[in-house]
C-alpha cells in the first residue's frame, strides 16, 4: 500500500529502502547509506526523506542530501525519470477500482485542537538564549514549550492565518500534529511580515530569529518548498533572499529554487551572505555580527561562485 503515492517513494523502493510510515509529506525509513557512513545498519528508523522534493536527512549519521545523490552514493542503476510514470500508472489503477463504489465523501482534514496548543507556556528564559531569541518575539509568534519532553512547540498556520495544527521539534527530532498536516500551504512567519523583502529560510525558529531584529522572514519548514508557497512569496514581495541552511540539502534547495524563481517568475534571488568558511551553519546559530552583516548584505549572485572565486 502506498503511504504518499509519489514518484520519490516509488525510487526508494526501487532503491530497496525499508519504508516505514509517513508522516505529512515526510516519509520514515531505515537510513539506506548507514553502512557507508557508520560501517553497519541502522538499528532504529531515523532517515527521512520529503515525498516532494526528495530532500533528506538522517538524524543518527548526518546524511543529508536528495533523491539524486542517494542513487549516486548507493551506485544503484536507475533512471529517475522513469518514476513519475510509474507514479502515473498506479494512480490511474488505483481511480479506476474507487470508481467502483459509489457515494464515498471526500477525506476531510484531521480536527486539531488550538486550545491544547496555546494551553502550554511559553518557551523559558534559557532556551531563548540558546536560539538568540527573546520573549517579546516568541509571544508575536506564538512559540510554545513543551516542559514535560523539552520540546519546541511551533504553531502552522494556513497562509489566511487558520490553525493546522504544530510541529515538535527538539536536537534531532520533530513531529507533526496532526501527522499528515497540510504544510506546504503554509509559511511560518507569513502574518508577521512586511515591506517588500522578504528572508526564505529553513526552520521556524530561523526566521523569529530575523523578526527579533526587525527583517521580515518566511519558513518553509524544511530544505524544500512547494509550488503553493513559492506562489506566495513572489505574489508576496518584491525581494526574496534566500538563506537556507549553509550544507549540502541547503544548498541543493537554494539552487532549486533560484532556478524557480528565474524560469517560472523572472524573478531574480539574492543570497544570504554566510561568513567564509563558514559549514554546517544555519541563520540563527551565527553570532550577532555575523548575523547583522550577512542580513545587512545580501549577495547578488550565487554563494557556490562567490566560494569559486575565493578559491582562485
Same mark, same amino acid.
Given at each position: 500500500? /502506498?503511504?504518499?503515492?509519489?514518484?520519490?517513494?516509488?525510487?526508494?523502493?526501487?532503491?530497496?529502502?525499508?519504508?516505514?510510515?509517513?508522516?505529512?509529506?515526510?516519509?520514515?525509513?531505515?537510513?539506506?547509506?548507514?553502512?557507508?557512513?557508520?560501517?553497519?545498519?541502522?538499528?532504529?528508523?531515523?532517515?527521512?526523506?520529503?515525498?516532494? /522534493?526528495?530532500?533528506?536527512?538522517?538524524?543518527?549519521?548526518?546524511?543529508?542530501?536528495?533523491?539524486?545523490?542517494?542513487?549516486?552514493?548507493?551506485?544503484?542503476?536507475?533512471?529517475?525519470?522513469?518514476?513519475?510514470?510509474?507514479?502515473?500508472?498506479?494512480?490511474?489503477?488505483?481511480?479506476?477500482?474507487?470508481?467502483?463504489?459509489?457515494?464515498?465523501?471526500?477525506?476531510?482534514?484531521?480536527?486539531?485542537?488550538?486550545?491544547?496548543?496555546?494551553?502550554?507556556?511559553?518557551?523559558?528564559?534559557?532556551?531563548?538564549?540558546?536560539?538568540?531569541?527573546?520573549?517579546?518575539?516568541?509571544?508575536?509568534?506564538?512559540?510554545?514549550?513543551?516542559?514535560?519532553?523539552?520540546?519546541?512547540?511551533?504553531?502552522?498556520?494556513?497562509?489566511?492565518?487558520?490553525?493546522?495544527?504544530?510541529?515538535?521539534?527538539?536536537?534531532?527530532?520533530?513531529?507533526?500534529?496532526?501527522?499528515?498536516?497540510?504544510?506546504?500551504?503554509?509559511?511560518?512567519?507569513?502574518?508577521?511580515?512586511?515591506?517588500?523583502?522578504?528572508?526564505?529560510?529553513?526552520?521556524?525558529?530561523?526566521?523569529?530569529?530575523?523578526?527579533?531584529?526587525?527583517?521580515?522572514?518566511?519558513?518553509?519548514?524544511? *530544505?524544500?518548498?512547494? /509550488?503553493?508557497?513559492?506562489?506566495?512569496?513572489?505574489?508576496?514581495?518584491?525581494?526574496?533572499?534566500?538563506?537556507?541552511?549553509?550544507?549540502?540539502?541547503?544548498?541543493?534547495?537554494?539552487?532549486?529554487? *533560484?532556478?524557480?524563481?528565474?524560469?517560472?517568475?523572472?524573478?531574480?534571488?539574492?543570497?544570504?551572505?554566510?561568513?567564509?568558511?563558514?559549514?554546517?551553519?544555519?541563520?540563527?546559530?551565527?553570532?550577532?555580527?555575523?548575523?547583522?552583516?550577512?542580513?545587512?548584505?545580501?549577495?547578488?549572485?550565487?554563494?557556490?561562485?562567490?566560494?569559486?572565486?575565493?578559491?582562485?
Amino acid at each position: 500500500m /502506498s503511504l504518499t503515492d509519489t514518484p520519490v517513494e516509488y525510487a526508494l523502493e526501487a532503491l530497496g529502502v525499508e519504508i516505514v510510515g509517513a508522516s505529512g509529506d515526510e516519509i520514515q525509513c531505515f537510513c539506506p547509506v548507514h553502512h557507508l557512513t557508520r560501517g553497519r545498519a541502522q538499528s532504529h528508523p531515523r532517515f527521512y526523506m520529503n515525498a516532494e /522534493s526528495g530532500a533528506a536527512l538522517c538524524f543518527t549519521c548526518g546524511w543529508r542530501g536528495n533523491l539524486a545523490r542517494l542513487v549516486s552514493d548507493l551506485e544503484a542503476d536507475i533512471d529517475l525519470d522513469d518514476f513519475e510514470f510509474t507514479v502515473l500508472v498506479r494512480r490511474t489503477d488505483r481511480l479506476t477500482r474507487a470508481g467502483e463504489s459509489e457515494g464515498e465523501e471526500e477525506a476531510v482534514d484531521p480536527y486539531v485542537s488550538e486550545y491544547a496548543f496555546n494551553k502550554n507556556p511559553y518557551p523559558p528564559h534559557k532556551q531563548l538564549q540558546t536560539r538568540h531569541l527573546t520573549k517579546a518575539v516568541a509571544m508575536r509568534l506564538n512559540l510554545r514549550w513543551d516542559e514535560a519532553r523539552r520540546l519546541w512547540l511551533i504553531p502552522v498556520l494556513g497562509f489566511h492565518g487558520e490553525f493546522l495544527g504544530w510541529q515538535e521539534k527538539g536536537p534531532g527530532y520533530f513531529n507533526n500534529v496532526p501527522p499528515r498536516m497540510r504544510k506546504r500551504r503554509s509559511l511560518f512567519g507569513l502574518q508577521q511580515s512586511t515591506g517588500n523583502r522578504v528572508f526564505v529560510v529553513e526552520s521556524p525558529l530561523d526566521s523569529a530569529r530575523f523578526l527579533r531584529h526587525g527583517l521580515s522572514s518566511v519558513a518553509t519548514y524544511g *530544505a524544500a518548498m512547494s /509550488s503553493d508557497q513559492l506562489h506566495m512569496v513572489c505574489r508576496r514581495y518584491k525581494h526574496i533572499v534566500l538563506a537556507y541552511d549553509n550544507d549540502r540539502a541547503g544548498w541543493d534547495a537554494t539552487a532549486s529554487v *533560484a532556478d524557480q524563481l528565474r524560469i517560472i517568475y523572472g524573478r531574480p534571488a539574492l543570497y544570504y551572505r554566510y561568513p567564509p568558511g563558514a559549514r554546517g551553519e544555519d541563520p540563527g546559530s551565527l553570532s550577532g555580527a555575523q548575523f547583522r552583516l550577512a542580513a545587512a548584505e545580501p549577495l547578488p549572485v550565487p554563494p557556490g561562485i562567490v566560494r569559486s572565486l575565493q578559491e582562485l
